[in-house]
């Protein structure tokens, strides 16, 4: 039996869409399962014993409703993390079918992860699937199946071109070394990794200090109830989340991540469209991303290894929309860096909402065991890895010649709230005469 509420409903509990489907619509059938309970006859789950070190005995994460995969689910949510919408717009467009299933051919990882421990530790890994990057192999049988098994993790390789490393090969401060660097305009090659959510709930909830059923309430109650299966199907403990993922940047041969024997440099970094694409100087968002590419690529040279790893938390997981109107408050305020939180606040009613606490998930899937030098002053991503167990022997701050004149407001207040720094912490009363760039020129401020 199916659940459902309104006037729509049939006896049966399943909801009668004749009324309003399209002709699309109707390759659904007549009837919408809303939501399923545990011990139903349409629900057999397959076991999903998350933390087992054997992917065959882990198995795999089933979240489709389509087809004989339905009644399998063993994970709630749908793949692709935010573009789930996009799949879904295809389907109504009459431009995917419905029950398409990929063709994996040749889509293998370029590079093969050595497995780590932490893979088998339900503690370590909570935020992603630790086999999603080949699931051809690990749940052959359950493809052949007919099940809808797809892979969150995707494994390549590349060549990029950023400006500030072309600059730097130019200017004598990278080398062309022919492996990492393969030419005077700069190319760099590069192993990436991408990553989409993939939740344990049990564990995020741990993280947070929670328990399990508040975290559910919270996401059923403040995703506009997008999920009911979070609270009807406490069987089910892995939840595929519709946000963004994150991308590894890696730099030299992979397979000396792990290796403890040589130096690493890391840079953590939250994506800032503004900024990293369009170079906006407000924030020191760009300059610090190509500081530590160039770090990164310095060691890996020198025969350790350069990872940066890009989470898509724009504005601090706040949003770019908020953000703006922050940007807008601020301008219009005066732009001091004693109200630089304070901004944030007003609007969003937090300062910051990125929740580093599952951040080191991905380390710990690299095997990541130590950082020698972290290219980042935040004390939040700092105590988040050191809390699970990776030290960090050097922490690397912006260079000042770096800063933007304008993003010293940031800078400045991110320091005196607790941000490494080598150089002078800023006092509160020092705060008030750190001034940003004003709008005089554009509107008037009276307002």
């Given at each position: 039996?199916?659940?459902?509420?309104?006037?729509?409903?049939?006896?049966?509990g399943q909801v009668d869409a004749s009324s309003w489907s399209s002709p699309l619509g109707k390759r659904y059938g007549s009837r919408i399962i809303l939501t399923t309970y545990p011990g139903q006859s349409v629900v057999d789950p397959i076991p999903l014993d998350w933390g087992n070190?054997?992917?065959?005995?882990?198995?795999?994460?089933?979240?489709?409703?389509?087809?004989?995969?339905?009644?399998?689910?063993?994970?709630?949510?749908?793949?692709?993390?935010?573009?789930?919408?996009?799949?879904?717009?295809?389907?109504?467009?009459?431009?995917?079918?419905?029950?398409?299933?990929?063709?994996?051919?040749?889509?293998?990882?370029?590079?093969?992860?050595?497995?780590?421990?932490?893979?088998?530790?339900?503690?370590?890994?909570?935020?992603?699937?630790?086999?999603?990057?080949?699931?051809?192999?690990?749940?052959?049988?359950?493809?052949?199946?007919?099940?809808?098994?797809?892979?969150?993790?995707?494994?390549?390789?590349?060549?990029?071109?950023?400006?500030?490393?072309?600059?730097?090969?130019?200017?004598?401060?990278?080398?062309?070394?022919?492996?990492?660097?393969?030419?005077?305009?700069?190319?760099?090659?590069?192993?990436?990794?991408?990553?989409?959510?993939?939740?344990?709930?049990?564990?995020?909830?741990?993280?947070?200090?929670?328990?399990?059923?508040?975290?559910?309430?919270?996401?059923?109650?403040?995703?506009?109830?997008?999920?009911?299966?979070?609270?009807?199907?406490?069987?089910?403990?892995?939840?595929?989340?519709?946000?963004?993922?994150?991308?590894?940047?890696?730099?030299?041969?992979?397979?000396?991540?792990?290796?403890?024997?040589?130096?690493?440099?890391?840079?953590?970094?939250?994506?800032?469209?503004?900024?990293?694409?369009?170079?906006?100087?407000?924030?020191?968002?760009?300059?610090?991303?190509?500081?530590?590419?160039?770090?990164?690529?310095?060691?890996?040279?020198?025969?350790?290894?350069?990872?940066?790893?890009?989470?898509?938390?724009?504005?601090?997981?706040?949003?770019?929309v908020v953000k703006y109107l922050v940007y807008n408050a601020r301008k219009r305020g005066g732009d001091t860096a004693d109200k630089y939180f304070q901004r944030t606040e007003n609007v969003a009613g937090v300062k910051d909402m990125r929740f580093q606490a599952l951040m080191p998930?991905?380390?710990?899937?690299?095997?990541?065991?130590?950082?020698?030098?972290?290219?980042?002053?935040?004390?939040?991503?700092?105590?988040?890895?050191?809390?699970?167990?990776?030290?960090?022997?050097?922490?690397?701050?912006?260079?000042?010649?770096?800063?933007?004149?304008?993003?010293?407001?940031?800078?400045?207040?991110?320091?005196?709230?607790?941000?490494?720094?080598?150089?002078?912490?800023?006092?509160?009363?020092?705060?008030?005469?750190?001034?940003?760039?004003?709008?005089?020129?554009?509107?008037?401020?009276?307002?």
């Amino acid at each position: 039996m199916a659940a459902s509420t309104g006037d729509a409903s049939s006896a049966t509990g399943q909801v009668d869409a004749s009324s309003w489907s399209s002709p699309l619509g109707k390759r659904y059938g007549s009837r919408i399962i809303l939501t399923t309970y545990p011990g139903q006859s349409v629900v057999d789950p397959i076991p999903l014993d998350w933390g087992n070190a054997d992917p065959a005995r882990r198995g795999p994460v089933l979240c489709s409703r389509n087809g004989d995969t339905l009644k399998k689910r063993n994970a709630m949510g749908a793949h692709g993390g935010s573009y789930s919408v996009y799949n879904a717009l295809a389907v109504a467009a009459g431009d995917l079918p419905p029950d398409f299933k990929p063709d994996f051919r040749n889509t293998q990882p370029t590079f093969e992860f050595k497995q780590q421990e932490a893979w088998g530790d339900r503690t370590k890994i909570v935020s992603m699937d630790p086999f999603g990057h080949d699931v051809v192999r690990h749940f052959r049988k359950h493809l052949d199946a007919g099940l809808d098994a797809r892979p969150t993790i995707a494994i390549t390789r590349a060549t990029m071109r950023v400006a500030e490393i072309s600059d730097a090969v130019r200017a004598g401060k990278l080398e062309v070394d022919g492996s990492i660097i393969i030419g005077s305009n700069g190319d760099v090659r590069v192993t990436k990794v991408a990553v989409e959510p993939v939740w344990y709930l049990p564990g995020v909830a741990a993280r947070f200090g929670i328990d399990e059923g508040t975290l559910r309430r919270a996401l059923f109650e403040h995703m506009g109830g997008a999920y009911p299966e979070l609270i009807t199907r406490p069987d089910i403990k892995v939840f595929l989340p519709p946000i963004g993922g994150l991308t590894c940047y890696i730099f030299g041969p992979p397979e000396r991540i792990s290796d403890e024997s040589v130096r690493l440099a890391l840079r953590v970094h939250d994506e800032c469209n503004g900024s990293d694409v369009f170079q906006s100087d407000i924030c020191t968002c760009r300059p610090y991303l190509a500081f530590g590419i160039q770090e990164a690529i310095k060691e890996a040279q020198n025969g350790g290894s350069g990872v940066c790893i890009y989470f898509r938390k724009e504005g601090r997981a706040l949003g770019e929309v908020v953000k703006y109107l922050v940007y807008n408050a601020r301008k219009r305020g005066g732009d001091t860096a004693d109200k630089y939180f304070q901004r944030t606040e007003n609007v969003a009613g937090v300062k910051d909402m990125r929740f580093q606490a599952l951040m080191p998930d991905i380390l710990h899937w690299l095997g990541i065991k130590k950082i020698d030098r972290m290219l980042s002053m935040s004390n939040m991503k700092y105590d988040a890895i050191v809390e699970q167990g990776i030290p960090i022997y050097e922490r690397v701050p912006i260079p000042d010649d770096m800063i933007p004149e304008d993003s010293r407001v940031e800078i400045d207040a991110k320091i005196n709230a607790g941000y490494f720094t080598l150089g002078k912490q800023v006092t509160d009363e020092e705060l008030k005469n750190v001034k940003g760039r004003g709008w005089e020129s554009w509107e008037d401020l009276s307002h």
